[in-house]
């Protein structure tokens, strides 16, 4: 077996094994009826790289010549000052049936080499809390630095219209778009994604990007480039400014579950209710937009990540009807340390969880 490296404009082909092997990965370990990755979705990620960041895609070739990947793996590389000296594995999936075979080390042993050569101190990914893939990375030097709680919402839910209808106070007003900022907006939008600084991000070593005008449209250019379908709603303050904004996406045309990305209010403007106010204006549009021609979106459910420390999003989230899914945590190592020293002495393989960005 041997680990092969794909280029940054992957061929359709190659899309195809990587997706099989996503996918069924995603089935075997996952909970019954979390949606998997769509078609769109793996594509993209692997033509079209993270903004500030560059990203090495791993294959595992299934044994004996046969078609498609045994495993996979990506891993990004930050480019940003305040990241780069760490990476974060953005999936990491072997095959059900392909598992037990060594084929796990072996994308680690790769990923070891570029780590070590790109001098990075740190790598992280997201796991499962009990899944099999936690231990896999616990007996290399994995441990849990930040705990996050997986809610999902129901666009129906009559829980979101007991909240009452979004309120913002006087000399307040909503700005919203779809796909990438408006230039008009990005400075602004820019300057309110900044206050995301004080995100909780545990003991890990990852932190909290910088944005200017360049690096926020980029960032959501790059979504869109990759299909999926971006919303925004930003709040501006009587002095022009954003005050607060949250971000949901859609990862691939047909997708019925939607992600929550980004929600943040600025330090000024807190204690206001601007954090529930624009996701219930988030909520509406999202109600608004279904059934409309040439959008695509048949979105039912919004999914996001909270951190057990963010007691205020926690609250508004229980407000607006989330409700609690699964368990997961992001896992990091120090490199060099336990992770590439279990590398090197060959320890065992075991299933891996699919993780991602």
């Known amino acids: 077996m041997s680990v092969r490296r794909l280029s940054a404009t992957p061929a359709e082909d190659e899309i195809d094994a990587w997706h099989a092997v996503v996918t069924a990965a995603h089935t075997h370990d996952l909970p019954a009826g979390v949606p998997g990755p769509g078609r769109v979705e793996t594509a993209g990620l692997l033509r079209i790289d993270a903004p500030r960041s560059r990203i090495v895609r ?14 996979v793996a990506l891993l990004r590389l930050f480019e940003d000052e305040a990241n780069r000296t760490t990476a974060w594995i953005g999936r990491l999936a072997v095959r059900p ?55 999902v919402q129901r666009i129906d839910d009559e829980a979101a219209d007991e909240a009452a209808a979004p309120e913002l106070p006087d000399g307040y007003r909503f700005v919203e778009w779809q796909g990438t900022v408006p230039a008009a907006n990005a400075t602004c939008y820019a300057g309110v994604r900044n206050a995301m600084a004080d995100t909780p991000m545990g003991e890990l070593d990852q932190e909290p990007m910088r944005w200017d005008e360049e690096s926020a449209t980029a960032a959501q250019s790059r979504f869109v480039e990759r299909g999926g379908v971006l919303l925004t709603v930003a709040v501006a303050a009587p ?35 601007l954090g529930r106010a624009v996701k219930l204006r988030m909520l509406q549009l999202l109600r608004e937009q279904e059934g409309q021609e040439g959008l695509g979106l048949s979105v039912r459910e919004i999914a996001t990540h909270v951190a057990d420390d963010n007691g205020p999003m926690r609250a508004v989230n229980k407000m607006l009807g989330y409700r609690p899914e699964r368990s997961v945590g992001i896992f990091q190592a120090r490199v060099p340390g336990p992770v590439l020293q279990a590398l090197r002495d060959g320890a065992g393989d075991s299933p891996e969880q699919p993780t991602e960005w």
Do not use: M
């Not at 796990?104 to 790769?110: A, I, P």
């Not at 790598?123 to 705990?147: H, P, T, Y």
């Open 239 to 273: 002095d022009g400014t954003y005050a607060a904004f949250t971000e949901v996406g859609v990862r691939s045309p047909g997708d019925v579950r939607a992600q929550q990305y980004e929600t943040a209010v600025a330090p000024a403007h807190r204690g206001l209710g």
């Open 97 to 151: 049936d392909q598992r037990r075979r060594g084929i796990g080390t072996l994308l680690w042993q790769e990923i070891q080499t570029i780590l070590e050569r790109e001098q990075r101190q740190s790598v992280s990914l997201e796991l499962e809390i009990g899944g099999e893939g936690e231990q896999f990375a616990k007996n290399r030097g994995f441990v849990c630095g930040l705990q996050l709680v997986l809610y």
């Open 58 to 71: 791993l294959a595992v070739p299934s044994e004996g010549g046969g078609p498609g990947y045994a495993g």
